[in-house]
């Protein structure tokens, strides 16, 4: 029987810790990691360098994001705290900016409705990398059970020891340094963009405003309940705007995730851009249309032709496991011009070497008006064009769920079973290898003609994820059904 009484253990998986509103995430414990974040930052004694605090538009967030506050503020640590719901970036712009110590940020990302979670910033702007959130996850699990010191939000706030933040004005100053705003603003295009009710409504619309463009944007009211879908801009999630761009009139359609750091786009007839194949345009932009030959760094589980446009570019391309948690410290390393994941994150090294869905989106707009100068019109046109030069990519990931009081059992029972029992064909062709993943929550199998099938444990959500980039449709559907087949144990 469970010791009700035992505090919750707490770890943070690709991207933060995330629970369910009301069952483990609780005003408690996410006063036990703000204190592991003040731990944290008294240890290397940078209490006046100061933490940002930022948060989303899900349930109560604001109130998750004051009381986390209040816990930096009772270990004298300056807080530099975010007006109103905000993109997760701009947490990590703040924090550079500033020169704080760390981030916070208030977010379940694209996890369900009913989930709110926790993530930290490194004084890079990257999400915390393993190292540090050791540290952070040791002081979480010293501190369950204990009384943590708080002092009241008002009365810090008044007495001079919080500073609000509005980011939007030096957001669009930093976005200058590298990208021409005004060249975007006068092009005649018409942009359908899709926020999901997150965070970062409003933001495309307004960086975009004052010129020939024309953006409509949907859903920018808050919802906590993200209409009854995911917030990640994802099929079928996105499906209502792909319609719309289906129905005519638009252009290309630009989509992000519930907090704004994740990336999307569908072309002019509505049909969508897979996460790889925004990767591989991402990619391209920079080498073909920026000029740029530094490494970049993609998730295992991403596209393939990041290495067939590396070849083709001369551009060292680098593999890191699932999260930025990985690729933003391997970005730094490596001096990368971009770090990107399957589920549609890309940070950028001229700009912030964390994920950021608004940047993205807009360097995806200029590449679509850059490409229609060479002649290359509508938007469907320019993707064929892409895979003549990048090869095909026909990808899709399937989320089998699990209840949370099985999933720890059912992720051993995977993955022993994986192990014991890889394949040796997939879709008729030979399996040519087999990737256990570095860690420890999956294996990528790799098929003859370049096609892989990908079994991975969900570091965020009770959940076994199965991914594949094919090189045909029938490929895609033959090895995406093996893999179901291979977790199910059918």
């Known amino acids: 029987m469970t010791d009700v009484h035992a505090p919750t253990r707490i770890v943070f998986g690709t991207d933060g810790w995330r629970a369910r509103i009301a069952e483990d995430f609780t005003f408690e414990n996410v006063r036990r990691c703000a204190d592991g974040v003040a731990r944290y930052v008294v240890a290397r004694g940078e209490q006046a360098r100061g933490v940002v605090v930022a948060y989303d538009r899900r349930f109560a967030s604001e109130h998750f994001a004051a009381a986390a506050a209040e816990v930096l503020l009772a270990n004298d ?5 975010a007006d109103q719901a905000v993109p997760t970036q701009m947490s990590s712009y703040e924090v550079v900016e500033r020169g704080a ?15 709110n979670g926790f ?3 490194s004084p890079t702007g990257s999400a915390a990398g393993p190292a540090m959130l050791k540290v952070i996850e040791a002081g979480i699990a010293e501190n369950g ?19 609000r933040f509005d980011p939007y004005e030096g957001y669009e100053r930093f976005l200058r340094r590298t990208l021409d705003l005004d060249a975007l603003r006068a092009a005649d295009a018409h942009v359908l963009v899709e926020p999901m009710w997150g965070a ?11 010129g ?13 309940y993200f209409g009854g879908v995911n917030p990640e801009p994802i099929r079928p999630n996105v499906d209502e705007s792909l319609g719309i761009l289906a129905a005519g009139g638009y252009d290309m359609g630009l989509l992000l995730d519930g907090d704004a750091d994740r990336a999307g786009a569908a072309d002019e007839r509505g049909t969508f851009i897979h996460q790889l194949e925004v990767t591989g345009l991402l990619m391209y932009y920079l080498a073909e249309h920026r000029g740029l030959r530094d490494p970049v760094v993609v998730s295992v589980n991403n596209t393939s032709m990041a290495g067939r446009l590396g070849k083709l570019y001369g551009i060292e391309v680098h593999e890191t496991p699932v999260g930025f948690k990985y690729i933003g410290p391997k970005m730094i390393e490596t001096g990368a011009m971009m770090g990107g994941e399957e589920s549609g994150g890309f940070g950028f090294g001229m700009h912030l070497p964390e994920r950021d869905g608004i940047y993205a989106d807009l360097l995806l707009l200029d590449l679509f008006l850059r490409e229609r100068e060479r002649g290359r019109w509508p938007v469907s046109r320019i993707l064929e064009a892409f895979h003549e030069i990048a090869g095909p990519s026909f990808y899709r990931r399937v989320d089998i769920h699990f209840q949370r009081a099985e999933y720890d059992r059912v992720k051993r029972h995977v993955l022993v079973d994986l192990l014991e029992k890889a394949p040796t064909s997939l879709a008729g062709q030979d399996v040519t290898g087999t990737q256990p993943l570095a860690t420890n929550d999956g294996f990528k ?3 003859a003609d370049g096609s892989w099938l990908l079994v991975r444990a969900s570091g965020t959500e009770p959940l076994i994820r199965v991914y594949t980039e094919a090189t045909s449709p029938d490929v895609r559907e033959a090895i995406i059904a093996s893999g179901e087949q291979l977790v199910r144990g059918g």
């Open 77 to 81: 640590i300056r807080v530099i705290f």
């Open 119 to 121: 993530k930290v910033k």
């Open 212 to 224: 020939r463009i024309r953006v409509t944007e949907i859903h920018q009211e808050r919802n906590p």
């Open 145 to 163: 059970g204990t009384e943590i010191a708080r002092r009241p939000f008002a009365e810090a706030e008044a007495a001079g020891e919080v500073e």
């Open 200 to 210: 970062g409504a409003g933001w495309l619309s307004r960086l975009l405003a004052g």
């Open 101 to 115: 110590s760390a981030g916070v940020v208030i977010t379940a990302s694209h996890n369900p409705w009913t989930d």
């Open 445 to 447: 199998f790799l098929v």
